[in-house]
Structure formats: structure tokens, C-alpha cells
């Protein structure tokens, strides 16, 4: 929290670690936008931190379009490097 209070950022931005969700849910509650990147690895099955943000995410990206039938207000926007 400190982190966050000190840098002030305008978004939080996560690949998916779980253990990014501290910083993810500590930033939400200041009014941060949560953007959440879903794993490259995951190509037909959700990561435990996905399903956990995707509820709360401003943004939700998925970089296979397979995955939005598990996400469906996910935004495809194919493989970022």
C-alpha cells in the first residue's frame, strides 16, 4: 500500500502472478484502474489469479481468442510481446 500511495500511479497493470492480487485489490480500493493481462501459457483454461480479477479488472486482456468463450467481456487482442 505504501508503494502505491507514494508512486500514485493512474493503473495497475498485472501479467498474473498470484501474487500480484495484493497490489491488485490494494490499488482498487484507492481508485487505481486494474488492467489484467491472462497468461500467454493459458490458451484454454483460466489462471487462479484470472478468475479472481476478472471480476473486478477495469480492463481484461487474453491473448487467445478461445479464451474469451471463458472471459466473454475480455478484450481479444491477440499475442502481446
Known amino acids: ?39 500467454f501459457a493459458k490458451s484454454d483454461s483460466p489462471t487462479l489469479t484470472g478468475k479472481i480479477v476478472y471480476h473486478f479488472a477495469d480492463m481484461f486482456i487474453v491473448q487467445w481468442p478461445e479464451m474469451k468463450n471463458i472471459y466473454p467481456k475480455a478484450l481479444y487482442l491477440g499475442s502481446i510481446y
Not at 493503473?11 to 490499488?27: D, N, Q
Open 1 to 39: 500500500a505504501n508503494y502505491i500511495l507514494r508512486e500514485n500511479p493512474k493503473a495497475i497493470v498485472s501479467t498474473g502472478a498470484l501474487s500480484s492480487m495484493p497490489f491488485l485489490l490494494v490499488g482498487k480500493l484507492l481508485g487505481k484502474k486494474i488492467v489484467f493481462i491472462e497468461s
